[in-house]
C-alpha cells in the first residue's frame, strides 16, 4: 500500500511537471521572466516622488505664481515661442530648468532627458479673419528640429499612467510684430505648473504615475503630440486618461468648454465632475473647425478631453493675446479643475 501510493504520488508529479513545464516556457511567460532577468537591479526602488531636489528655497520655489509664469513665457524674451525657432528653445530651456527644479523624474527620450525631440514640416503664414495662421508648406522641403518635454512622478502602480498636457509653442513674430501667446497656451502650460507646486505642497505618493508633457508645435497641426504618439517614450496602451489644458486664463470666471471625442471616457467624466465639485461650468462642444492637442490620442484610442475658457477665441492669434487679457480668477479656476481631476484619477 505505502510503495502504492508512493508511486501514484510520482506519477502525479511527473504529470504537474509535463503540465507545468510547457506553461512556464510558454514565449510570453519566458519573455517576461527574461525582461525581469535583464533589468538593472533595484530600478523598481527607485521613487521619484514628489518632494522637492535638496539644496531648493522651498518658500521660494512653491510661492512662485501661474501669473509669473505666463508674464515670462509671454515677454518678448520668448520671441513668441515659434516651433523650430530660437523662441522655442528658450522657452524649452525655460521650463526644462522649472522641471529640474520642481523635482521631476525626466520622461522624455530614453527616460533620461525632458526633452523628446521631433521634427517639423516647412509651414507658411496666411491670416484668416484677422487671426494668424500655419499652414503646410511646400512638401518635400526640409523638416526643421523642435522638442516636446516631458517629466513627472512614479507612482505606487508604476505601469497606470495618467498624462497632464499643454502645448507650449505660439506663432513667433510676424512682420515684426509680437505675438505673445499668453492664454495660447502659456495659460494652460502656467496651470500645471501651479498644479505641480501644490501637489508639492501634500507631499503624498500618486497611486498612478502622473507625467506632465508639454507640446510643440501645436500651432502646426498638433505635430508635437502627434510625434509622441508616434514614437512614445513609454508604452501608450499604459495611459488611462489625458488631460489637455489649452487657453484656459480668460472669460468668464468659472465659464469653461471641453473638447473631446467621446463624452463617456474616463478623461471627460473625470474632469466634468472636478469642474462641477469646482463650482465651475465646463460644457461639451464642438470645436468648430479648430482643435488641440487631445486630438492625438483621440485618433490613437486613447481617451482624452481638452479644457479651455469658453471666451477662448477672443483675441486668439492676435497681437493683443498678452498677460493682460489674463483673469487671475479664472486661472486659479482652471488650477482648481485640474488639481481636483488628479486627485480623482491619480491618488
Ligand atoms: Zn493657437
Not at 510503495?3 to 511537471?17: I, P, T
Not at 520668448?78 to 527644479?101: I, N, P, W
Request: charged share 20%; hydrophobic share 40%; with cysteine.
Amino acid at each position: 500500500m505505502k510503495s502504492n501510493s508512493r508511486r501514484s504520488f510520482l506519477k502525479v508529479l511527473l504529470g504537474l511537471s509535463a503540465i507545468c513545464l510547457p506553461w512556464t516556457l510558454w514565449p510570453g511567460k519566458l519573455n517576461k521572466a527574461m525582461q525581469s532577468l535583464i533589468k538593472p537591479p533595484g530600478v523598481n526602488l527607485i521613487t521619484h516622488l514628489p518632494e522637492l531636489p535638496k539644496g531648493v528655497n522651498n518658500e521660494e520655489v512653491l510661492n512662485r505664481t501661474a501669473m509669473e509664469d505666463i508674464i515670462a513665457l509671454s515677454s518678448p524674451e520668448m520671441q513668441g515661442r515659434k516651433a523650430g525657432s530660437v523662441g522655442e528653445s528658450k522657452a524649452a530651456d525655460y521650463l526644462a530648468k522649472e522641471m529640474s527644479t520642481l523635482g521631476l523624474k525626466p520622461m522624455g527620450d530614453k527616460g533620461e532627458s525632458f526633452t523628446h525631440v521631433f521634427t517639423i514640416p516647412p509651414v507658411t503664414e496666411k491670416f484668416v479673419n484677422g487671426r494668424l495662421m500655419f499652414i503646410p508648406g511646400p512638401i518635400g522641403s526640409l523638416r526643421t528640429p523642435s522638442v516636446n518635454l516631458l517629466g513627472g512622478w512614479t507612482g505606487k502602480k508604476q505601469d497606470e499612467v495618467i498624462m497632464i498636457t499643454a502645448h507650449y509653442d505660439h506663432l513667433g513674430i510676424n512682420q515684426g510684430i509680437l505675438y505673445p501667446g499668453a492664454n495660447d497656451n502659456a495659460s494652460g502650460v502656467s496651470c500645471i505648473l501651479d498644479v505641480i507646486r501644490h501637489l508639492l505642497r501634500d507631499k503624498r505618493v500618486p497611486q498612478k504615475t502622473l507625467v506632465f508633457a508639454f507640446w510643440s508645435a501645436e500651432e502646426m497641426g498638433f505635430v508635437g503630440s502627434s510625434a509622441f504618439v508616434q514614437a512614445p517614450t513609454f508604452p501608450l496602451r499604459q495611459i488611462q486618461a489625458v488631460i489637455n489644458l489649452d487657453t484656459v486664463g480668460n472669460g468668464m470666471v468659472g465659464d469653461f468648454s471641453l473638447w473631446s471625442e467621446d463624452e463617456n471616457n474616463l478623461a471627460f467624466q473625470s474632469i466634468k465632475k472636478a469642474a462641477a465639485e469646482a463650482g465651475a461650468s465646463a460644457l461639451h462642444t464642438s470645436p468648430g473647425g479648430h482643435n488641440s492637442d487631445q486630438i492625438s490620442f483621440a485618433r490613437a484610442g486613447v481617451p482624452a478631453v481638452t479644457l479651455l475658457a469658453r471666451d477662448w477665441l477672443n483675441k486668439n492669434h492676435t497681437p493683443e493675446d498678452t498677460a493682460g487679457l489674463i483673469k487671475a480668477e479664472q486661472l486659479k479656476m482652471a488650477s482648481d479643475i485640474l488639481y481636483r481631476t488628479i486627485q480623482s484619477l491619480a491618488y
